[in-house]
Structures are given as structure tokens and as C-alpha cells.
T-cell receptor, first 114, second 115 residues
Framework: AQSVTQPDIHITVSEGASLELRCNYS??????LFWYVQSPGQGLQLLLK??????LVQGIKGFEAEFKRSQSSFNLRKPSVHWSDAAEYFC????????????FGGGTRVLVKP | NAGVTQTPKFQVLKTGQSMTLQCAQD?????MYWYRQDPGMGLRLIYY???????DKGEVPNGYNVSRLNKREFSLRLESAAPSQTSVYFC??????????????FGSGTQLSVL
């Protein structure tokens, strides 16, 4: 069965600093990987996704993520965070063999200091 | 352009009471889903409907039932609520279940407390 681990429950970062959120997955074949963001009181919004091809994917709001098969990782990065980036971030993995249903990680809550 | 609409936004139940969470999407999507979100556990799939007329169990279906009323609407019912069902519930939809290039569109959630 597929699984996703987000090792960091909380991250605090200063505004303007860089941000990296870790995601590790477990799946035997090539997975489909997603990052979603959840602002307070809101549903989830897709930031970016990886299916194939270039392992560095660009998303909305200045985010990018890199798929590293050898490390089973799909870390999310942003060079310079804004106060509006304070939210909870979820990594998810899907696979055609699993009916394309997504498995979500536990989430990382990002706090942004002024 | 409403997207995915869930009602109610908040609900408090007593143990043993029943209720139905409503979800509707206006994007002509074929697939709809119900997730629950608990701290530190991410989102877990309760039930999903790949297309109108079909429903299937997800990861945590016990204690829940669903109805795909039509293409737009997908409801979640708790027949006899338990404190373990205290959670935030999200409905989501996608154009297709089987395609590989789909993203989920989420509603804004229902916060349910069972006392």
C-alpha cells in the first residue's frame, strides 16, 4: 500500500527566508505526487503535481518541488516566503494501480514570523 | 462559480444522533469524494463515487453511508454518531477518477463535534 510521511509537523520561518517542506513516500511503482495547501478555515488547493518528465516542477504562488526517485522524496520549496504563505501543507501520492485515489501525509503547519 | 459547496459548516451532535452532510459541485465532475481530517493524520478517504450511480468504500468507511443522488450531489450520513467521528469533513470532486492528470477540488469543510 502507498504511504506518505511528512516528518515536520510544524515549521516556523521568517518572512523573506527560504522554506523547504519534506515529503517521503512509499510505493513500488512510479507514483503521482501532489502538494496541496490549506489556508485556515478553507479547503485544500492544489499547489503543484508531478506525473512524469522533468523532476523539478513549478507550481502556483512561487512554489516548486523536486521528485527524487532514489530518495523517495518530493520536497516542496519556496525561495522567499510571504506572510500569506502561513498555512498547512499536505503532500499526497496517487497511483493508477490504487485506483488513482490519493493518500495524504499528516501535514506540515507553517508559521511565518514578521 | 461556486465550485464545491458543503453544508452545514458547523454541527454539534449528541452521541447516537444521526445527520447528513450535503455536498454539491457545479463543475460537471464525474467523481466525488468524502474525506475526514484529523490532527496529524492528514486527510483520510471515507467513501468515493467514481461516477454517478456508483459508490465505493475508502480507507475509513465504518460508521458512514453515502448516496450519490445525481451527478452534482454526494451526501454523507452518520446513522448513529460517536465521539470518534468528531472531525473536519471535506467533500471533493474531480473530472475523472481514472485519469492520471486530475486534481481534486475541495469544499470548505464541515466541522463536526460529537459529544
Amino acid at each position: 500500500a502507498q504511504s506518505v510521511t511528512q516528518p515536520d509537523i510544524h515549521i516556523t520561518v521568517s518572512e523573506g527566508a527560504s522554506l523547504e517542506l519534506r515529503c517521503n513516500y512509499s510505493y513500488g511503482a512510479t507514483p503521482y505526487l501532489f502538494w496541496y495547501v490549506q489556508s485556515p478555515g478553507q479547503g485544500l488547493q492544489l499547489l503543484l503535481k508531478y506525473f512524469s518528465g522533468d523532476t523539478l516542477v513549478q507550481g502556483i504562488k512561487g512554489f516548486e518541488a523536486e521528485f527524487k526517485r532514489s530518495q523517495s522524496s518530493f520536497n516542496l520549496r519556496k525561495p522567499s516566503v510571504h506572510w500569506s504563505d502561513a498555512a498547512e501543507y499536505f503532500c499526497a501520492v496517487g497511483a493508477r494501480a490504487a485506483g488513482n485515489k490519493l493518500t495524504f501525509g499528516g501535514g506540515t503547519r507553517v508559521l511565518v514570523k514578521p | 462559480n461556486a465550485g464545491v459547496t458543503q453544508t452545514p459548516k458547523f454541527q454539534v451532535l449528541k452521541t447516537g444522533q444521526s445527520m447528513t452532510l450535503q455536498c454539491a459541485q457545479d463543475m460537471n465532475h464525474n467523481s466525488m469524494y468524502w474525506y475526514r481530517q484529523d490532527p496529524g493524520m492528514g486527510l483520510r478517504l471515507i467513501y468515493y463515487s467514481a461516477s454517478e450511480g456508483t459508490t465505493d468504500k475508502g480507507e475509513v468507511p465504518n460508521g458512514y453511508n453515502v448516496s450519490r443522488l445525481n451527478k452534482r450531489e454526494f451526501s454523507l450520513r452518520l446513522e448513529s454518531a460517536a465521539p470518534s467521528q468528531t472531525s473536519v469533513y471535506f467533500c471533493a470532486s474531480s473530472r475523472l477518477l481514472e485519469a492520471t492528470n486530475e486534481k481534486l477540488f475541495f469544499g470548505s469543510g464541515t466541522q463536526l463535534s460529537v459529544l
